[in-house]
């Protein structure tokens, strides 16, 4: 699916859904920029767009089609034998979205083509970043922008407040953890899920921190393509992906507490029942001595010619050693 709106300086809505060889006529017209929005595209779509019409740089097309692991910016601008005119930013970032069912963090990735007078923007699943965006600019027929790199910002700072509900649910996750270790009733995958959490949040830090990077340098003054009344805006979008980086650790550090918690739970646990297999073991060792003593006939035992008194003898000694240790056990206060 492909999305094409042309607004006017003012950022008015001039037209929308635009026949592709009407942009590069769009394109000359210093009065319009142009937003091309591509959503899981068909490779007709992506070679009509970005080599005919736009004729980006071979490298950024390939970056953009293929999956990148990490977000990264890059600045392209014009040399001998290059097809495109004017200089742009290419932009990699990634959506997030956090499934408790799963567990895990699903990422989507969102390229930016940014230039002095166009947009594109190229992503394989449906983003809700676009969506309200695009909705926005059908309802009213204008959106609050006038340029391109205002309009990324917008789009940015979308796909970055869409983070909070993913970190919200990881809140949740973490809250329902620290209450099954604490419920005694739960033990069977709880050690399992606390690790699999916990590598979550660590391949959350490994989304943030690239895009900070990538902020951090839009937000610098580094590429004339962002004007100056504008990077106080992207670096605010930095400092609010800062904040969620900075919830992220706290999950980390409040994880592996959870994980000490609930191995020390664990090592009492073993411990009370090795103190009550080892106190029973103490209990029954006089029995088991005399009874193996007794076993073996010896002169010893015989109080006299009637076997029913050497059996009581035999039972009195058995149960005055067990008291006698159960009393100095019961003195200690081991049990």
Not at 173 to 191: G, I, M, P, Q, T
Not at 325 to 331: A, D, N, Q, R, T
Request: with cysteine; proline share 5%.
């Amino acid at each position: 699916m492909m999305r094409s709106y042309a607004f006017t300086s003012q950022g008015r809505l001039h037209s929308k859904d635009l026949e592709p060889f009407l942009m590069p006529t769009l394109l000359t017209d210093t009065n319009l920029f142009l937003w091309v929005d591509m959503e899981n595209p068909t490779p007709n779509e992506t070679k009509w767009v970005l080599e005919d019409i736009f004729h980006f740089h071979p490298l950024s097309i390939e970056d953009c089609i293929q999956v990148s692991p990490s977000p990264k910016l890059d600045e392209y601008i014009p040399k001998e034998g290059d097809q495109f005119t004017n200089p742009y930013l290419f932009v990699v970032l990634h959506a997030v979205d956090y499934s408790r069912r799963d567990g895990v963090f699903d990422t989507s990735e969102m390229n930016f083509f940014i230039g002095k007078n166009f947009i594109v923007t190229f992503h394989y699943v449906t983003l809700k970043a676009i969506q309200n965006v695009a909705e926005r600019c059908e309802r009213t027929r204008k959106l609050p922008v006038k340029t391109p790199d205002h309009l990324a910002h917008q789009l940015m700072d979308a796909i970055v407040e869409h983070y909070a509900p993913a970190v919200d649910e990881l809140a949740s996750e973490v809250a329902a953890l620290e209450d099954r270790v604490l419920n005694e009733d739960e033990k069977s995958s709880v050690l399992n899920d606390i690790i699999k959490t916990k590598k979550e949040v660590y391949h959350l830090k490994q989304i943030i921190m690239p895009q900070k990077d990538v902020l951090s340098k839009l937000g610098r003054g580094d590429y004339p393509l962002i004007k100056s009344n504008l990077l106080p805006y992207y670096r605010d979008v930095y400092d609010h992906l800062s904040h969620i980086n900075d919830i992220a650790t706290s999950y980390t550090d409040n994880l592996t507490n959870i994980l000490q918690v609930y191995l020390n739970m664990s090592s009492n646990r073993t411990s009370e029942v090795i103190k009550v297999l080892t106190l029973f073991t103490i209990l029954t060792t006089p029995t088991i001595l005399i009874g193996g003593w007794y076993g073996m006939n010896l002169d010893f035992w015989e109080f006299g010619d009637d076997p029913t008194w050497n059996r009581c003898w035999v039972w009195a000694i058995n149960i005055i050693s067990t008291c006698l240790i159960y009393l100095y056990i019961k003195k200690k206060e081991w049990l």
